[in-house]
């Protein structure tokens, strides 16, 4: 049975106080920090690189999960190892050889990710299952923050799981209290949240909450 990992997305904190964010949310339970990576290219918008990570690092010793919505994501490989990163997730949509870009994030000692957008088949994920250490499988279209959360991918999350019952599937995008158990029930156990943590009354319930339903869910699987 996988464990529920609560990954708070870092895109909706204080970015001038980032350190300090960072150390709140392990404090209040996070299991992994979510860092959103965007080029301006893959996804209109442009945001946190190998830098910040770098500058973060030595502050935190937080688990640093990157999502890289960028074109060509072989090229950042060796920049965000050095840089500090702990996972690196490339969209599948994005690299014309992820057999190859698996082997060089894991040969650099990350753990490699694969995403896929929500229009995106599951199924191009499978070749690919047995060499990735996490799948998110996007609840959103990429690139903003704040989307309404799209039920209709969670039988995307049902299927994978189904398939693999030991991979870790993460769900990223609109995922708050009221949606929470329909993505653990499809068998979501990496949770990715941004708004409905950091904008809390009481971010620590909300991450209490998110982990009581993965597990919950799990359990009856």
Request: contains cysteine; aromatic residues 6%.
């Amino acid at each position: 049975m996988v464990v529920a990992k609560i990954a708070p997305s870092l895109l909706s904190s204080d970015f001038a106080c980032l350190a300090q964010e960072c150390e709140r949310m392990l404090e209040l339970g996070a299991d992994y920090l979510h860092m959103d990576v965007m080029d301006g290219h893959f996804v209109p918008n442009l945001t946190l690189g190998a830098p910040i990570i770098k500058c973060l690092r030595p502050h935190t010793k937080g688990f640093l999960d990157c999502h890289l919505m960028v074109s060509h994501p072989e090229q950042w490989v060796d920049d965000f190892a050095s840089a500090g990163a702990d996972l690196f997730c490339f969209h599948i949509e994005a690299t014309e050889d992820a057999a190859t870009l698996i082997d060089r994030i894991h040969a650099k000692g990350m753990k490699a990710g694969m995403a896929v957008k929500p229009k995106t088949p599951i199924d191009v994920v499978y070749p690919f299952a047995s060499k990735l250490d996490q799948v998110l499988v996007m609840t959103v279209e990429p690139g903003f923050g704040g989307q309404a959360f799209m039920p209709e991918c969670m039988q995307k999350v049902a299927d994978l799981r189904s398939k693999f019952p030991d991979i870790d599937i993460q769900v990223d995008g609109g995922l708050d209290p009221d949606n929470i158990g329909v993505a653990a029930k499809a068998g979501a156990n990496v949770i990715v949240a941004g708004s409905s943590i950091f904008k809390a009354n009481s971010p620590g319930e909300v991450i209490s909450l998110f982990r009581k339903t993965v597990d919950e869910a799990q359990a009856a699987m």
